[in-house]
């Protein structure tokens, strides 16, 4: 399906997946991407490691998604390089994809792993989220960055284990909603493959409902999408 609103720019939604080392975006996007095909999105998948394809082969090898529609970029530098600084690997990425699956109504680009100051540039994305976990300790989003701060969603995951970590994760969730200042902020637990709660009770459609309002505008009311 082809989900923008008519006055929208012609081809898919970019959304950026940003964050720390193993706070789990590739995790995430493996929540993702059957939720995604079960609402009729069309999806693919750019990821950008070091010096490696490690993360794309992973999600490649998943069974979750054509293989065909995973693209790995190498940045070779710091990872902000080529999502902020210098985005054109990812830019050329995203046009194949876009060129070679015309049906396409989003592209996930995840950075690999970076430091809480790590952005998007708009060139690249129209929309982009911050995962960090509770195993990085309760104090992340008091650190605030402009990963945490400026991000169009802040994603706080491993919520599962936030007691093994002795971690209060209320409390998590209510400094980090002070920082954000009203903008997005959701919790989650991308649990291993086979050990998911469910979609609902890990929080996976609460993101999924805020890329829909928020990316695809799909929630919008038919007579308002006429106005557009
Ligand atoms: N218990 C639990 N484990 C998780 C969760 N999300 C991710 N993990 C685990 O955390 C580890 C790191 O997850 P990844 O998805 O590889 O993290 P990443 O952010 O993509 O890592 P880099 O690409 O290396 O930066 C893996 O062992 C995951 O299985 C979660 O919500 N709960």
Not at 187 to 209: K, L, M, T, V, Y
């Amino acid at each position: 399906m082809n989900v923008h609103l008519p006055s929208a720019p012609k081809g898919p939604a970019r959304i950026g997946i940003g964050g720390p080392v193993g706070s789990g975006k590739t995790a995430l996007i493996e929540r993702l991407l059957p939720a995604l095909a079960r609402r009729g999105i069309e999806v693919a998948v750019i990821t950008n490691d070091l010096v490696t394809r490690e993360d794309a082969e992973r999600v490649r090898r998943s069974g979750l998604i054509d293989p065909g529609r995973v693209r790995a970029v190498e940045a070779g530098a710091c990872p902000h390089t080529v999502i902020r600084e210098d985005p054109t690997l990812n830019i050329a990425a995203a046009e194949d994809l876009e060129a070679r699956y015309p049906g396409l109504d989003l592209i996930l680009l995840e950075s690999g792993g970076d430091n809480l100051a790590s952005t998007f540039s708009l060139d690249l994305v129209d929309w982009w989220m911050f995962v960090i976990d509770v195993g990085q300790g309760d104090d992340i989003p008091r650190k605030r960055g402009p990963g945490i701060v400026q991000s169009d969603l802040l994603v706080i995951n491993k919520l599962d284990l936030a007691p093994y970590v002795h971690v209060n994760a209320d409390q998590v969730l209510t400094e980090a909603a002070g920082v954000r200042k009203g903008r997005a902020l959701l919790g989650c637990a991308c649990r291993p493959h086979g050990r998911a709660a469910s979609d609902q009770a890990d929080g996976i459609e609460a993101i999924i409902d805020l890329i829909v309002r928020d990316v695809l505008f799909t929630d919008i009311p038919a007579e308002v999408q006429g106005e557009a």
